[in-house]
């Protein structure tokens, strides 16, 4: 087939000069492509436009302009069956409260009508994998801690074996045990499945533990894309240099001299 010859190599997710803009605010124009198999990090301060990046990739806002691409293939609206290749954690974690954790996580396979023995074994395949107790999956969201929440959130987003993995500040609002917990769980997890990841956080530390790459936000625009030392040493914007050094002064032990 000529159409799928020509994806081959593709990146897994690109998006050509996209712009979406809300008046004066949005993104863009932005040109990013992540390969199939890499984690990168969205970083950069609230009102950058990672929430928006991720929207635009998911189909979930169309841009005004520019294009985002899937392996090679342009997104089209209503193309639900593109969106199932992405796995998707919303910022906030997202969960109904109506419905039990297991429900939660097994949302978008119910509304396929996969059959119930298959919807079961997959939920036991993912608590496992997330380390999310078996017998909270009857619990509702308000009866999980911070931490168990957000691993629903991560067996909704992984329930359909999605090429992509799009996380919005998966890890914001826990406490730092549980952080680190799920930080060290999470990044397992990506490298055992070997899938493609974009992940947003304002959190240098955490960009770095996770991320093969960095790009960095502000203003709805890519001010630069590399490895941490990259962005210490040849920073491409002044505001590049003081976000590095503004989060590594916080991450410095304390009475250390920065
Ligand atoms: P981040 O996730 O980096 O904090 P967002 O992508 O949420 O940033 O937002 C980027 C900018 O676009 C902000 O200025 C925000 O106020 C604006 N914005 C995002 N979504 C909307 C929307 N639905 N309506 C109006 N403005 C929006
Ligand atoms: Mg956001």
Redesign the pocket.
């Known amino acids: 087939m000529r159409a799928a010859q020509s994806t081959e190599g593709a990146p897994a997710i690109e998006l050509r000069e996209v712009v979406k803009r809300?008046?004066a605010?949005?993104?863009g124009p932005v040109s990013l492509a992540v390969p199939a198999a890499r984690t990168v990090a969205l970083i950069?301060?609230?009102?950058?436009?990672?929430?928006?990046?991720l929207r635009l990739v998911l189909g979930l806002v169309a841009p005004d302009r520019g294009e985002v691409r899937l392996r090679g293939a342009p997104l089209r609206p209503e193309d639900h069956a593109a969106r199932r290749r992405l796995g998707y954690v919303v910022?906030g974690g997202g969960l109904f409260p109506h419905l039990t954790a297991g429900g939660n996580a097994a949302l978008v396979a119910r509304h396929l009508r996969w059959p119930e023995a298959r919807v079961a074994a997959r939920l036991g395949e993912l608590a496992a994998l997330t380390r999310f107790p078996a017998e909270a999956l009857a619990r509702f969201p308000h009866e999980l801690s911070g931490g168990q929440a957000q691993r629903v959130s991560l067996m909704r987003a992984l329930f359909l074996e999605p090429e992509v993995l799009l996380l919005?500040e998966p890890l914001g609002a826990l406490d730092p045990i549980t952080r680190a917990d799920l930080q060290a769980d999470l990044r397992e997890i990506f490298a055992s499945l070997g899938k493609t990841v974009l992940l947003?956080t304002h959190d240098l530390a955490e960009a770095v533990f996770f991320a093969h790459e960095l790009v960095l936000?502000r203003d709805?625009r890519v001010l630069q894309r590399g490895s941490l030392d990259a962005l210490v040493r040849t920073p491409a914007d002044p505001f590049v240099a003081r976000f590095v050094h503004a989060q590594r002064a916080l991450g410095l032990p304390a009475g250390a001299a920065p």
């Not at 950069?44 to 990046?53: E, I």
């Open positions: 809300y008046g605010e949005g993104l950069g301060p609230s009102g950058a436009g990672k929430s928006t990046l910022q919005d947003v936000l709805g």
